[in-house]
Every structure is written in C-alpha cells, then in structure tokens.
C-alpha cells in the first residue's frame, strides 16, 4: 500500500469513526453513573452497588418478568434492582432475593425494601443462578465457570467451586444436596452441596 | 482522545470513577459499539467496565492508571459479549446462514454512506484487529498503549493495524 493509499483509508476510517460518536451526541442519553448501594423504599427504586444503570430501565430486569418468581417480586411497589438477573424467593414468603451480576439483594417482601447485598466475585458474571429449596443458600454460575454459593443466613458468598462448566442453568434437587448444571452443548454437571465440589458429567449424546 | 485524569488525592473513588466516566464515556461506548454492533450491548459493556474500576479502585496502586484499566476491560467485556455470540450460534447452528453481523445500519444512524460501508468491513476483519484499529482511531491511543491494553508487543500492534488497514483499502477498493 503507498503513502498516498494509506493516508486515504485512515482518513476513511477516522471519518467514519467520527460518525459513530457523532451520532451518540446526537442521541445524547448517555446511562446515568451510579456508583454505591442505595436502597429502595415503597415507591422509591433501589440504585447501585457499583453499576452504573439506567435506573428504571426495564431491559435487564425482562428475565424476572419471564420467571416464576416475578408474582413475589412484582408486588413490591417500585423497587427495581438494576442489573437484575434472576428472581427468587424463601419458602416462607418474607424475603425475596434478586441476583444480579456480582451481588444477591435481599428484598423484604412485607415492606418492599432492599436490605444490603451480598456481593460476591463476578467472575466475568452471574450467568445463572437458583435457591435450595430451604432458602437458606443461592448458588451462582459464573462466566468462569464457577459455582460460588451465597449464604442467606450468614449474609455472605461461600468459596467459590471450580466446575469448569459453563452453566446456563441450574437446578437444585428438592433435598437440597445436589447441583445440576446444565450446559446446553454438552451436558449437565452434578456437584455435591454437602462437599461443595463436583461430583461428575453427564454428558449429552452428540447432536 | 488523550483524557486527563481526575486529581485523586483529595477524591473518594466515586468521585473519581464519575469524572472519569463523564470524560471518557462517549469514546468508550463508541469503541464498544463498534466492537459489538449495537448500543444496548455497548452501554452494558461500559457500564460494567466502570463498575469493575468501581471495585478495583481500592486495590490500583497508581489510580493513574484508571483510564488504561477500563479501556482493557471494555475490550474484554466486548470479547465476552463475541464469544457468548459464537457459542449461542454454534449451539443453534442451523441459524448459521443468518447470523447477525457484528455492524448493521440499525447500529448508528451515519450521515456518510462512506462510513457505513467503511464500518461494515471492518466488522468483516478479525477480532484483534477490529480492536487495534478501534483503540488507534477511534480512541486516538498510541501503539504502546494499545500493546499494554491488549497485552502483545508493539510491533504485532504495529503489524496487526497494518495488516487491517490494507484489507480494508482492498475491500472498499472492491466495492466501489
């Protein structure tokens, strides 16, 4: 390519660029910085924990609307939790709990306020996310292929697992012992929640 | 697009993670729109760079180095965001004619039809160059920056954009 030539598409590309930001100052909204935890109240969106979100945004919550829980969770007036993932809630009904991509918020369902999150290692993301059936711990799937449980009754996330399988979901049997992962292209992974580790594959027949 | 860095001595983290923000937002979601090929995304991608600065304020030993942070983490972030694309294809194969193109029209409303066509081959080129040439043109940062970002040495910098860059002219040569 001679001088001439490569003058010419850097420019091209610099141009182009130049539109794209263009047009986001055109556009203008640009997602409000939220940094820091700020509970919600009745009528009052919760806000934060480190996420810069456009409060109110109903794109990410559209995974609670699909799910089960979003009975218990909707009926709390104006909270909104953002980044929220997933719904879930304690057999007795009194917290709900919203995961979001680093941190569990427990939710008081009598009274709609978020108490304090319960962060946990990212990891690259919350990728999925389920209760035991007694309520008393949330596991969470990471994009690093981890499983790191979350305590409600301590308030706080367990060493996370090495399962080196990338969940999409996750089912906890009705005893509570056991972990089943699911990764649609190659099968389930079973870890043991009285040991915390892995405890094998099934794996998919081939497609 | 050289930002200078907030004062941090007499700023809590917040603060300085929002000034930061407020001066480097437009450039970094505009890199990410590019990368990913729509804004939903890109804003995701951004947001959770800052938040992750947010979080690791506390342990960056020269907060300095703030700005070289987030910029690595909305290149990785935009990676994440292919790679969970590639696997959801792969999963649904049948889909692979019609997979959705890293640029659209839909992406940005462009007043040049030049850039469009410019901006869609570029999402023809690989990953890494897609990258070196978005943090070189689009954040005006320099070939060691974009080595330390991307963690490869100067000269595949310097070999990668180059390499990029006469793709494109053959490209665009092509289609006009």
């Known amino acids: 390519m001679t001088p001439g030539e490569l003058s010419r598409i850097e420019d091209t590309l610099r141009r182009a660029y130049g539109d794209v930001l263009e047009s986001l100052r055109r556009d203008g909204s640009s997602p409000e910085l939220v940094t820091g935890f700020q509970p919600g109240r009745p009528g009052r969106p919760g806000r934060g924990f480190g996420r810069l979100g ?7 919550l559209a995974p609670v609307a699909a799910a089960a829980a979003v009975a218990v969770i909707g009926l709390v007036a104006g909270l909104i939790v953002p980044g929220a ?30 108490q304090p999150p319960i962060t946990f290692p990212a990891q690259g993301g919350a990728q999925a996310a389920a209760i035991t059936p007694s309520g008393q711990a949330i596991y969470v799937a990471t994009y690093q292929r981890y499983l790191i ?5 301590t308030g706080k996330a367990g060493r996370p697992i090495r399962i080196g399988w990338y969940a999409t979901q996750i089912v906890v049997s009705p005893d509570g012992s056991t972990a089943y992962l699911l990764e649609p292209s190659r099968g389930v992974a079973v870890v043991n929640l009285a040991t915390n580790t892995a405890a094998g594959f099934i794996k998919m027949p081939s497609a | 697009m050289t930002e200078a860095i907030p004062a941090v001595a007499h700023e809590s983290a917040e603060q300085v993670v929002t000034e930061l923000y407020q001066l480097c937002r437009l450039g970094l979601i505009g890199t990410a729109l590019v990368l990913t090929g729509d ?14 600065l947010y979080r690791a304020m506390p342990r960056l030993a020269d907060p300095d180095k703030a700005l070289g942070y ?24 049948q889909f692979r004619s019609d997979q959705p193109v890293a640029w659209s029209a839909e992406s940005a409303v462009l007043a040049r039809e030049e850039s469009r066509l410019a901006l869609q081959a570029v999402a023809r080129l690989r990953g890494r160059a897609r990258e070196v040439l978005a943090m070189r043109y689009l954040l005006d940062m320099s070939d060691s ?5 991307l963690g490869v040495s100067k000269g595949t910098v310097s070999s990668t954009a180059s390499r990029a860059l006469a793709t494109l002219a053959r490209t665009l040569k092509e289609q006009s």
């Open chain 1, 149 to 153: 449980p979350v305590s409600t009754v």
């Open chain 2, 39 to 52: 804004r939903p995304t890109a804003e995701d991608v951004v947001q959770e760079a800052f938040a992750g």
């Open chain 1, 85 to 114: 993932l997933w719904p879930a809630a304690d057999p007795a009904m009194q917290l709900g709990y919203v995961v979001t991509t680093g941190a569990v918020v427990p939710v008081d369902l009598a009274t709609g306020v978020a």
């Open chain 2, 145 to 149: 920056e974009i080595a330390a970002a």
């Open chain 2, 70 to 93: 987030v910029r690595a983490s909305v290149i990785n972030g935009c990676r994440l965001v292919h790679r969970a694309r590639t696997r959801s294809l792969r999963l649904h194969s």
């Open chain 1, 54 to 60: 456009r409060v109110g945004s109903s794109r990410r």
